[in-house]
């Protein structure tokens, strides 16, 4: 025998139902937004401390093709570029407008600050649009574990 439940317990099931799901979808939501911006963070910080690395690599340079090699030497060290190949050149080719803009910053009658800010984020496109990815990932190093052995 089977006894029938009354409706209105029916629709307050059916609410518990809809807070549970309303519930998920926001943590899901946050948790995205908070993956996102703890990624923003991350590359606002590397973002400072290689350009200040940079700036400071460039700051004795005499002449403008000087301190773009010191600049793209930087960008090399950082990443622990220690060989070439193809693409990596291609990136400090790439790179080096946003080192021409930290040079002529420095000259009072040079371009202002916001076109080092303007040739960063052009380097940063191309190299989301050619890559893929955000140019601050090769940051990421992976140091595998070596073992330990004692002599």
Known sequence: MTIAT???LDHLQQATHRS??????LRQEMSARLRKIEEDR????????????????????????IAVARAVGVLRTKLGWSSDS?????????FAPVAQA???CRDPA??????VIAA????????????????WILFEHYIPETPVVDF
């Open 102 to 104: 930290i040079f002529a």
């Open 86 to 94: 193809e693409v990596r050149q291609t990136i400090c080719e790439s």
């Open 20 to 25: 549970d799901e309303a519930e998920a979808a």
């Open 110 to 115: 040079g371009e202002p600050e916001a076109d």
């Open 6 to 8: 009354p409706s209105f």
């Open 42 to 65: 991350k590359f606002a910080y590397r973002r400072f401390n290689f350009m200040r690395a940079v700036a400071e690599g460039m700051q004795s340079a005499d002449g403008e093709e």
């Open 120 to 135: 960063l984020d052009r380097f940063e496109s191309w190299y989301h649009d050619k890559h893929g990815s955000a140019f």
